[in-house]
């Protein structure tokens, strides 16, 4: 049975907040990462101690001169910061840069291409401070129509492993990562991508996380380079076999048989794809 957190009374924002940096990794996408940016000024416009890291990965556009222009008084200040990879390193090298250079006790991942609700920033920042023994908050996401993503609940909910190995996060979500507990990098770099074996590690080895009921992202599912679009699941087809093989060795003992077999199963599926992809379209990058 799932546990549910009864949530405390709301934290008083002028005493004791948390600093929080807000990571957004961008690869070629300089139309709409200030949207990005805008949305976290937006959401966190009565908060004071916060910042926004930019990771460019090696983008081929105008993204860095284009940042530089627009937000040309935040990046003097301090507010935003820029960092360009020489060598594109993919989503887990670019988040695991991003956490590198935050100077805020708690770090929230943004995708380039979603936005924070308005008004939103308050309550991430109460659950932050509520829950700040934890190592990971998870967020609630809508999508790009509006609709709320996954299952629903009334309070929050705590996730051990085991129930994380179960249904992860039970949807899309917004991760936050405590850095006072977490302070190295959260995720594996090689794989461009399968963060849930990070989150893994992290309450294998700090315990639960918490799933906040607070509902703070607009999700776009519908973007062309996302792992949920085909043409970017062939690409990276021997990475996800991968990912799926480190699920089973490290955290199989822990999950339900069934689990255990899917992972092995889908492990196998990827990697032949892979292979047979590979062959027809050249090596994948």
Request: some cysteine.
């Amino acid at each position: 049975m799932l546990r549910q957190e009864k949530s405390c009374k709301v934290v008083d924002l002028n005493s004791n907040v948390v600093s929080l940096t807000v990571v957004i990794t961008t690869f070629n996408r300089a139309k709409i990462v200030p949207q990005s940016i805008y949305s976290v000024q937006d959401a966190f416009k009565r908060v004071s101690d916060y910042e926004v890291v930019v990771v460019d990965d090696a983008s081929t556009d105008n993204t860095v001169p284009l940042l530089h222009t627009v937000f040309a008084d935040e990046i003097v200040s301090g507010r935003i910061k820029i960092v360009r990879n020489r060598n594109n390193r993919g989503v887990t090298g670019s988040k695991n840069q991003g956490y590198i250079v935050a100077g805020g006790d708690w770090v929230i991942f943004l995708d380039s291409d979603d936005t924070l609700l308005p008004g939103v920033g308050e309550h991430i920042l109460s659950a932050l401070n509520i829950h700040a023994d934890k190592p990971l908050v998870f967020f609630r996401c809508i999508n790009q129509n509006g609709n709320f993503v996954g299952t629903r609940f009334e309070n929050d909910v705590t996730l051990d492993l085991k129930t994380y190995l179960e249904h992860t996060s039970f949807g899309e979500a917004l991760t936050a990562v405590n850095k006072r507990i977490v302070q190295q990098e959260p995720y594996l770099e090689f794989l461009r991508g399968h963060e849930g074996i990070g989150c893994c590690r992290i309450i294998a080895n700090y315990g639960s996380a918490v799933l906040s009921k607070v509902v703070a992202r607009r999700y776009n599912c519908s973007g062309k380079d996302r792992l949920s679009v085909s043409t970017g699941l062939l690409h990276r087809m021997s990475l996800l076999a991968q990912g799926h093989i480190i699920m089973v060795r490290e955290f199989g003992s822990k999950m339900r048989w069934y689990k255990t077999v899917g992972y092995i199963i889908k492990a196998a599926a990827y990697g032949l794809i892979g292979n047979l992809y590979r062959l027809t379209k050249g090596k994948f990058k």
